[in-house]
Nanobody
């Protein structure tokens, strides 16, 4: 069992930055590919960024490439999402998720075993 707790969401102006963190419980964090997903009101939950178990490989959705960076610290059981140059269309609830033995190609919601409670990110224009 893995518990995920996100933090770092909030309100930002367009062009600003936020850093999300996701702390995981347990001693097997390095066995999980980790992903950040987001869900805007009335829309499906979609992947934003994925990082492999070692942190050596990442995948980003096209709309955030060059602006967002996913990273992880396996010693601290934590995954991060640095979000720069934020845009109003980035407004959503952001979730972190863990996929046991997954990879940087695990972009589908259905592949993930554990989810955090979500953190709201609101970007004003």
């Amino acid at each position: 069992q893995v518990q995920l707790v996100e933090s770092g969401g909030g309100l930002a102006q367009a062009g600003g930055s936020l850093r999300l963190s996701c702390a995981a419980s347990g001693r097997t964090f390095s066995r999980y590919a980790m992903g950040w997903f987001r869900q805007a009101p009335g829309k499906e939950r979609k992947f934003v960024a994925i990082i492999s178990r070692t942190g050596g490989s990442t995948t980003y959705t096209d709309s955030v490439k060059g602006r967002f960076t996913i990273s992880r610290d396996n010693a601290k059981n934590t995954v991060y999402l640095q979000m720069n140059d934020l845009k109003p269309e980035d407004t959503a609830v952001y979730y972190c998720a863990a996929d046991l033995l997954g990879s940087e190609y695990s972009i589908s919601v259905e592949e993930y075993d554990y989810w955090g409670q979500g953190t709201q990110v609101t970007v004003s224009s």
